[in-house]
């Protein structure tokens, strides 16, 4: 079993920061890719940010140059800090891992989630 735990969600004015962050435990061997999505009501879940084991990344178009993804390895945790924050950014952001864990057993694990409200 592996679990994802998110924290860092809250309210924060428009052009606010905040920073989430992911971190997964558990039968862990490895980890290939963690990635942060994000659901708004009335809509789908769509991807704001992903990172592989080898430190690449990728962003959704519209979070590019307000948004940042890292982790770090050792503690099996990814962050995504946010800055200048838009109302729209609203919406509970879930974490994604892509995990090998126990048997060498490849499955994507997603955590509760956690909600972001960007107001004044």
């Known amino acids: 079993q592996v679990q994802l735990v998110e924290s860092g969600g809250g309210l924060v004015q428009p052009g606010g920061s905040l920073r989430l962050s992911c971190a997964a435990s558990g039968t862990i061997f490895s980890i290939k890719a963690m990635g942060w999505y994000r659901q708004a009501p009335g809509r789908q879940r769509e991807l704001v940010a992903g990172?592989?084991?080898?430190?690449?990344?990728n962003y959704a178009d519209s979070v590019k140059g307000r948004v940042t993804i890292s982790r770090d390895k050792a503690q099996n945790t990814v962050y995504l800090q946010m800055n200048s924050l838009k109302p729209e950014d609203r919406a509970v952001y879930y974490c994604?891992?892509?995990?090998?864990?126990?048997?060498?057993?490849?499955?994507?694990?997603w955590g509760k989630g956690t909600l972001v409200t960007v107001s004044s």
């Open positions: 990172i592989t084991s080898g430190d690449s990344t």
């Open positions: 994604n891992a892509d995990v090998v864990s126990h048997y060498h057993i490849r499955r994507v694990y």
